[in-house]
């Protein structure tokens, strides 16, 4: 088997990597709290540099830069659009909503369990189920072609050209963006990921550009993940 650590990469570069123990875990998620929220923001329509807005039942085409109702549209392409509400961002995808006037979440992690080898975490990559191998010694999510065909990522067409330096020599891979990641139930959105030729590394790395996301506390056989 072939693991990767210490991943990175640059366009038509070599990357790094070192040996990597396999690893096994079990996960739950705990301590999620939250309110209902009183409005509801959604996208019906995406264009260019605008998106069509219904904010509580009213609809609203908004530019970039605009607000209403107390909802601010960032940015907007035909395949998604970033407003600002109550503090924060998001980014929304047609028929996709979120609520207004809500309350944070007080606690939030994830528990996972060593067993034998390590740590894994279930998630989701471009919105199908992926059990990943937790390497907070990779800098970015890696994946063999045979994950990548599974999770639909298509890395021959968009991907760019890199190498990787594996324990068993040098491979050919590819430098992809992942249209998003969840993990702990949260969604992270244009995921740099590198896409290794042939069936390794076995399992799907879970690297430190989604790890930094969250506070790390690692003891012994239990590894915590907060949201931040």
Known sequence: MVFLRGLSYKRGMKTTCTPLRGLLLCAC??????????????VLALFPG??????????????AGQRFHGVELLEANPRRAR??????????????????HYVRAVHREMRLLRSGDGFFADGLINGRPVHM???TGATTVA???RHARTLGVP???RGRPALAHTASGTSRAYAVTLDSVRLNGQDFHDV?????????PQHVLLGM????RFDIDHRSNLMILRAK
């Open 155 to 157: 890395y021959k067409q």
């Open 83 to 100: 407003v600002r509400m109550d503090g924060r961002t998001e980014w929304l995808r047609p028929g996709g909503a979120v609520g207004t």
């Open 133 to 135: 191998l937790v390497d």
């Open 143 to 145: 994946m063999s072609e």
């Open 192 to 200: 740099q990921a590198l896409v290794i030729e042939g069936d390794s």
């Open 29 to 42: 998620l705990l301590g999620l709290t939250g309110a209902a929220p009183a409005a509801q923001v959604r």
């Open 209 to 212: 550009n989604v790890l930094s």
């Open 50 to 63: 605008k998106a069509m807005l219904e904010v509580d039942g009213q609809r609203k085409v908004l530019g």
